[in-house]
């Protein structure tokens, strides 16, 4: 079974400028999360999607942060612009079910603004 | 609001010791999940080991089980026999299980190296 693919690896951008993020959960896989791990903290999540819809963005920067999964598959995490302080790790994650108590994790996005 | 903490940044293991990594989380919830994820240098983040609130009996996995104290709310990770495949970051995280969402709540994790 593939597991969660994330992509780019890594980024580099200068602040102000826009970058994005692609996630491909494990097939058949209904809910898809966007975590921000800065250095020295652990994950918080941004956003939550069960299918193609949002279940939770609470904690998501809206007036920077974007992020959609149009078809309930795959999904994009777009910041426009970047600040100095989003430099983190984005790590997106798959469940079978909105129940499902293990959540699987990708290689996630090393991204930093300079 | 639910909040998990990891009071030890780092620790250090000899190699077929015993270590064990704490967690303490705040919750005013009786229904929940503890989880102890593995975030290996470079690469992704898994499921170490999990434990549901209502169960008494501490849940263990191979050389991994946890000593869960829910009165004293209370979590930590006993790694026996440690192995140099161990040494990673360690995070312990929250569920509330009765939540609309599935959202954990991380610790800010304890980076455990495993001496030859």
């Known amino acids: 079974e593939a597991g969660v693919a994330q992509s780019p690896r890594y980024k580099i951008i200068e602040k102000r400028q826009s970058v994005a993020f692609w996630c491909n959960p494990i097939s058949g896989h209904a809910t898809l999360y966007w975590y921000q791990q800065i250095l020295g903290q652990g994950p918080k999540l941004l956003i939550q999607?069960?299918?193609?819809?949002?279940?939770?963005d609470s904690q998501l920067p809206k007036d920077r942060f974007s992020a959609e999964r149009l078809k309930g598959v795959d999904s994009t995490l777009k910041i426009q612009p970047a600040k100095l302080e989003d430099s983190a790790v984005y790590l997106c994650a798959s469940s079978p079910t909105l129940s499902s108590y293990e959540q699987y994790f990708g290689p996630g996005t090393r991204l930093t603004v300079t | 609001a639910q909040t998990v903490t990891q009071s030890q940044p780092e620790m250090s293991v000899q190699e077929a010791e015993t270590v064990t990594l704490s967690c303490t989380y705040d919750?005013?919830?009786?229904?929940?999940?503890l989880f102890w994820y593995k975030q290996p240098p470079s690469r992704q983040m898994i499921l170490v080991i999990r434990?549901?609130?209502?169960?008494?009996q501490n849940a263990t996995e191979n050389r991994f089980s946890v000593n869960f104290q829910k009165a004293a709310k209370s979590f930590s990770l006993k790694i026996s026999d440690s192995q140099l495949g161990d040494a990673a970051m360690y995070f312990c995280?929250?569920?509330?299980?009765?939540?609309?969402?599935?959202?954990?709540?991380f610790g800010t994790g304890t980076l455990l190296a495993v001496q030859p």
């Open positions: 434990q549901e609130a209502y169960k008494q």
């Open positions: 999607f069960q299918n193609n819809g949002v279940v939770d």
């Open positions: 995280a929250y569920r509330w299980y009765g939540g609309a969402t599935n959202k954990l709540i």
């Open positions: 919750t005013s919830e009786s229904d929940y999940y």
